[in-house]
């Protein structure tokens, strides 16, 4: 039987840094701990259709990892400005270029200047066949003290997943 850790589902991304604050976190989602790559791993929800041609569907959830170094080729999830987006990271001289998997959307290009972050790279992506709001107000509480406690090795199993704002695909 393997552990169990709740990952923070953020909804919203926070313009500057820290982009990832508590108050825009939306819920846990509890995940055996063989699957995660790192500690700070988080989720987030992606709404459209420019990462379809990498396996990326509206509606599924990314596994974000801070700790990876983002490099070229990878899908790695971004701040730009206060919103998310997911894509594929490809360096061009000084530009860096966020490019989509479906030909129907366009590359986003991010110079030295703009506002800009990495978040992280993207190491998962989890497809619910449903979605369903959190039973009560306990496992939002119970999931945040839990969390607040340093991820103690015998971590109770939270229910449901809480819809928070998409990041935009």
Same mark, same amino acid.
């Not at 860096?96 to 590359?107: F, I």
């Not at 990495?118 to 509480?141: E, H, K, W």
């Given at each position: 039987?393997?552990?169990?850790?709740?990952?923070?589902?953020?909804?919203?991304?926070?313009?500057?840094?820290?982009?990832?604050?508590?108050?825009?976190?939306?819920?846990?989602?509890?995940?055996?701990?063989?699957?995660?790559?790192?500690?700070?791993?988080?989720?987030?929800?992606?709404?459209?259709?420019?990462?379809?041609?990498?396996?990326?569907? *509206?509606? *599924?959830?990314?596994?974000?990892?801070?700790?990876?170094? +983002?490099?070229?080729?990878?899908?790695? +999830?971004?701040?730009?400005?206060? *919103?998310?987006?997911?894509?594929?990271?490809?360096?061009?001289?000084?530009?860096?270029?966020?490019?989509?998997?479906?030909?129907?959307?366009?590359?986003?290009?991010?110079?030295?200047?703009?506002?800009?972050?990495?978040?992280?790279?993207?190491?998962?992506?989890?497809?619910?066949?449903?979605?369903?709001?959190?039973?009560?107000?306990?496992?939002?509480?119970?999931?945040?003290?839990?969390? *607040?406690?340093?991820?103690?090795?015998?971590?109770?199993?939270?229910?449901?997943?809480?819809?928070?704002?998409?990041?935009?695909?």
């Amino acid at each position: 039987a393997g552990q169990t850790q709740p990952v923070p589902l953020y909804g919203r991304i926070h313009a500057g840094e820290p982009a990832l604050i508590p108050d825009n976190r939306e819920c846990y989602i509890t995940v055996d701990r063989r699957f995660l790559p790192s500690d700070d791993t988080f989720f987030m929800r992606v709404t459209g259709t420019s990462m379809v041609g990498r396996g990326i569907m *509206d509606g *599924d959830y990314v596994m974000v990892s801070p700790s990876a170094r +983002a490099k070229d080729g990878d899908v790695e +999830a971004a701040r730009i400005g206060g *919103d998310a987006t997911v894509k594929t990271l490809t360096h061009r001289g000084m530009t860096l270029v966020l490019e989509p998997a479906n030909e129907g959307e366009r590359s986003i290009e991010v110079g030295p200047k703009d506002d800009f972050a990495i978040l992280g790279v993207v190491t998962g992506v989890f497809r619910p066949f449903f979605d369903q709001p959190p039973t009560s107000l306990l496992d939002d509480v119970l999931a945040d003290q839990v969390a *607040d406690q340093a991820m103690a090795p015998s971590l109770p199993s939270l229910s449901g997943v809480g819809v928070g704002n998409p990041v935009v695909a």
